[in-house]
C-alpha cells in the first residue's frame, strides 16, 4: 500500500515507531478525536501503521475508544479525563488491606481479573523493600481463605476479556447464553456491571430482546461478541434494581419469611445481618426468630438447609412445605 502523499516541500519524517506512539497520543490528547486518516496524514505513514499503533496504544492501557461520527467516519479518542488521574500512593496499612483483599478473590483464578491483580501487586513489590513485602505476604497467608466448589474460570477466559473490554468502554455485546435444562438464546446485551455471589461471576445490564435489565451467570455465556455500538448507563441505576428485595440474586415475588433457629446456633444468627428488612426476637429459651421479606425460595431454602438440625420454618406455609419436602426426598435418598 502507497503512502498518503505529502504536502510539496516538506521533508519526510524519520523516527522511530516509540517516537510516533507519542506523537500519536500527543494528537489524541489534544484533541477530542482523529480519523486514522488524519492521523496517517499528520505522521505520514500509511493506515495500516496507523492501526498497528492504535493497537500498541490499546495493548499498552491507554483508555482508547473508537465512535462513529455523524459523517460515517470512526474517530479515535481516549476517555474524557483519564490524564486527570493522579499516581496512587499507598500507607503500609492500606496495603495490608489490599493484601488480605486480594487473598478472598480465589475464586476469579482462570480469569483476566487475576492476571490485572498480579500486575498490580507486581507493581507494589517493584516499589517496597522486600523486607515489607515478606512481612505483608506472611500476614495475610494466615488469612487466606480456603475455598470449597472453587469455580475455574480459564475455559470462560476470551469471554470475560471480550466483557471487560465491554465494561470498561460501554460497548454493546451480542452473545450466546445456555440457561439450565434450557435452549441457548441469543441476547443483544448492554453490560452494566459484574457481580461476585458465592464465588461466582454474574454479568447484570440491559437486556434488549427483554427490554427488561437480566443478571446472567458467566459460566452458562457461551459466545461474546463486542459490537462498536455505544451505550449510557442510566444514572439512576443501582445494584438493587437488578436483584430487587431478593434474599440473594433471584429476584422474584417477596414473602414475608419467619423461622426459629434454635439455641444451639442462635448466637450464629444474631452476629449478621441477613436481610435488609429483617427483625430478630430472642425468646427466653435462648432460641431466635427471624422475620423479613424477601423473594428468592430456592436461595432460601439453601441458607436454612446449612442451619439442620436447629431450624424451624414457621412461615410462609408455601416456604415450610418445600422444606419440609426437601428433607423427606433427601432421606428417601439416603435410606435407598
Known amino acids: 500500500m502507497s503512502k498518503i502523499p505529502r504536502k510539496p516541500g516538506k521533508p519526510a519524517k524519520k523516527y522511530s515507531q516509540a517516537a ?3 506523537d500519536v497520543i500527543r494528537i489524541l490528547e489534544a484533541r477530542y478525536g482523529a480519523t486514522v486518516d488524519e492521523l496517517a496524514e499528520e505522521c ?18 491507554y483508555p482508547l475508544i473508537a465512535e462513529r461520527a455523524d459523517d460515517g467516519c470512526v474517530v479515535y479518542r481516549f476517555l474524557t479525563g483519564f490524564k486527570q488521574i493522579p499516581p496512587l500512593t499507598f500507607s503500609l496499612t492500606e496495603l495490608m488491606t489490599l493484601y488480605l483483599c486480594r487473598d478472598q478473590l480465589g475464586f476469579l483464578e ?19 523493600p522486600p523486607r515489607s513485602v515478606a512481612h505483608l505476604e506472611r500476614i495475610t497467608e494466615a488469612m487466606t ?23 470498561l468502554f460501554q460497548y454493546q455485546v451480542e452473545m450466546d447464553y445456555t440457561p439450565a435444562l434450557r435452549q441457548t438464546e441469543t441476547y443483544v446485551f448492554d453490560p452494566y456491571t ?28 457461551k459466545t461474546v461478541t463486542v459490537t462498536q455500538n455505544r451505550f449510557d448507563v442510566p444514572d439512576d441505576f443501582s445494584v438493587e434494581d437488578l436483584t430487587g428485595s431478593a ?11 419467619s423461622v426459629r433457629f434454635g439455641s444451639e446456633v442462635a448466637h450464629l444468627v444474631r452476629e449478621r445481618t441477613w436481610h435488609p428488612s429483617q427483625k430478630l426476637v430472642v425468646d427466653v429459651d435462648g432460641s431466635v426468630r427471624l422475620s423479613f421479606e424477601a423473594g428468592g425460595s430456592r436461595e432460601i431454602l439453601a441458607w436454612l438447609y446449612g442451619f439442620l438440625p436447629h431450624v424451624e420454618v414457621l412461615a410462609p406455609e408455601t416456604l415450610r412445605t418445600s422444606f419440609l419436602n426437601g428433607l423427606r426426598e433427601a432421606l428417601d435418598i439416603n435410606k435407598a
Open 247 to 257: 434474599f440473594g440474586l433471584i429476584d422474584e415475588e417477596p414473602m414475608q419469611v
Open 20 to 22: 510516533r506512539l507519542h
Open 145 to 167: 481463605p480456603r475455598f470449597q466448589g472453587k469455580r475455574d474460570y480459564r475455559s470462560q477466559r476470551e469471554i470475560l476479556e471480550h466483557l471487560r473490554q465491554a465494561l
Open 44 to 61: 505520514e505513514v500509511t493506515r495500516r501503521t496507523i492501526y498497528r499503533d492504535l493497537t500498541a496504544i490499546g495493548d499498552a492501557g
Open 110 to 128: 482462570g480469569t483476566p481479573f487475576q492476571d490485572d491483580l498480579e500486575e498490580v501487586f507486581a507493581r507494589i513489590r517493584s516499589s517496597l
Open 194 to 221: 459484574l457481580l461476585f455471589y458465592q464465588g461466582a461471576l454474574y454479568l447484570g445490564g440491559y437486556a434488549h430482546n427483554r427490554s427488561a435489565l437480566r443478571l446472567f451467570l458467566v459460566d452458562r455465556i
